[in-house]
């Protein structure tokens, strides 16, 4: 089999898993060119990967030691202008030539100047959730978001690629595509701020499951303000696990300090506190969105197909919150088709 026929397969096969594991990122990314929604499938398989690392069942350092192979390989990878690997060595360590991931996102890397650090940010933030890091305050919590979803909204801005400042739609049409350093480095800005919101709005879908994994991602200040937790209370995992369960099953009938210190009953703090980190959700989704004009209208249409579907993801579970908590909320296939045919319609002008 030639390189070419290897890397046409290493492609596929990252295309595959993205389709299987990622239906929401799947429906708008299929809306790009070949090259580039390749390439993204080739980072979302990696990202993919050092997941299910920090999400599986090993032993913590067994985990680490894994997380560090992955960053080892990737620092190689990265210093490369080739596709071609350096010999393998040490027993943890995978034969790249021969991992589709691997060999998928070397020629992404060939093909696309990607930023040094973003996805060894993505590692760090892995390296957190192995830790079982919990947030105090809701900056704290941004900086995991920065790096376990930023980093990949960096990441496909480099994709994308980003027009000078002052070049509108019609220069593309022209011929006039140019990538910036100014457009580039205030695009990173807010490609990371969009995958904040998403990020955010992925720990709202997903409170249950990762409080029953030992996680708790929504800050202390706020399981407070919301009477999830008393002060002096403990934060971690079981006792917000208990609370969520009581709210739940509408057996919470114990009274709770609400946000403006009236007292509240389960369902009431519950609604309170996903709609408050709703609304701080689509903020950062506010801000995020003004990068389409940075970069060309089908990757803007890409841009926006993501943003719409995790928005009515994100309406559902403010909607009925006890829904969120019993059952993985997602929308049919045919809402996200139709939300990104909107897209490529809004986009067409």
Request: net charge negative; with cysteine; charged share 25%.
């Amino acid at each position: 089999m030639s390189e070419t026929q290897t890397i046409a397969q290493a492609y596929r096969h990252c295309e595959s898993l993205t389709r299987e594991q990622a239906a929401n990122f799947y429906y708008a990314i299929r809306l790009l060119p070949l090259a580039r929604r390749r390439a993204i499938c080739a980072v979302y398989a990696f990202a993919r990967r050092v997941d299910d690392i920090a999400d599986g069942t090993l032993e913590r350092e067994q985990k680490l030691r894994l997380l560090d192979v992955q960053a080892q390989l990737l620092a190689e990878l990265s210093s490369s202008t080739s596709v071609a690997f350096p010999p393998v060595s040490g027993g943890d360590r995978p034969a790249p030539e021969t991992d589709p991931v691997m060999v998928a996102l070397a020629d992404t890397y060939a093909r696309f100047s990607l930023p040094p650090t973003a996805l060894e940010d993505l590692i760090e933030g892995m390296r957190m959730d192995v830790d079982e890091v919990t947030y105090e305050h809701f900056e704290d919590l941004v900086l995991y978001c920065r790096r376990v979803a930023g980093s990949i909204g960096r990441v496909s801005l480099a994709i994308f690629g980003t027009r000078e400042p002052g070049l509108g739609r019609s220069a593309k049409r022209s011929g006039g595509r140019a990538v910036g350093r100014a457009a580039n480095g205030n695009g990173a800005q807010l490609a990371d701020d969009l995958g904040v919101a998403m990020q955010l709005t992925n720990i709202l879908r997903d409170l249950r499951e990762d409080a029953e994994n030992g996680r708790v991602y929504l800050p202390a200040e706020d399981l407070r303000r919301f009477g999830v937790i008393a002060d002096g209370d403990e934060r971690g995992a079981p006792a917000i696990l208990a609370a969520l369960t009581r709210s739940a099953n509408g057996s919470n009938t114990e009274a709770r300090l609400g946000e403006n210190g009236a007292e509240a009953d389960g369902a009431d703090w519950l609604h309170a506190l996903v709609r408050f980190e709703a609304d701080r959700a689509r903020q950062w989704f506010r801000q995020g969105m003004t990068l389409t004009p940075l970069i060309d209208r089908r990757s803007a249409v890409c841009v926006t197909a993501m943003a719409g579907i995790y928005h009515r993801l994100l309406d559902r579970i403010e909607a009925d919150p006890e829904q969120a908590l019993r059952e993985r909320i997602s929308l049919p296939a045919r809402e996200k088709a139709w939300v990104a045919a909107r897209s490529v319609l809004s986009g067409s002008g």
